[in-house]
């Protein structure tokens, strides 16, 4: 039974994915595909881990914890980028 739900979950996340990546390339503006590439991230750490509970295996939590960090210091470099127009701020650009 856990074997199904497990599949259907990636199924179901994958068409998601799928969702997620025509917004960031269709996306209407930059702010909206900064939010599909953050939601893609997630769905990526989701498919990871549902990846590890099939194979009974937890080798992939250090990568669900790289992938989450790593979205998270993306989206808020983009965030940073679009409100101000630079990522790092330096004395002499003042």
């Excluded at 900064?34 to 939590?61: Q, R, W």
């Excluded at 993306?74 to 409100?83: H, N, Q, R």
């Amino acid at each position: 039974m856990l074997e199904w739900v497990i599949t259907i979950s990636l199924i179901c996340i994958t068409l998601s994915m799928l969702a997620m990546i025509y917004r960031v390339i269709k996306g209407p503006s930059v702010s909206d595909r900064v939010v599909a590439l953050d939601a893609l991230g997630i769905c990526l750490v989701a498919v990871i881990a549902l990846v590890s509970i099939m194979l009974k295996s937890n080798a992939f939590l250090e990568v669900i914890l790289l992938i989450g960090i790593l979205a998270f210091i993306g989206t808020v470099a983009f965030s940073k980028y679009i409100e101000k127009g630079v990522i790092l701020e330096r004395e002499r650009d003042r």
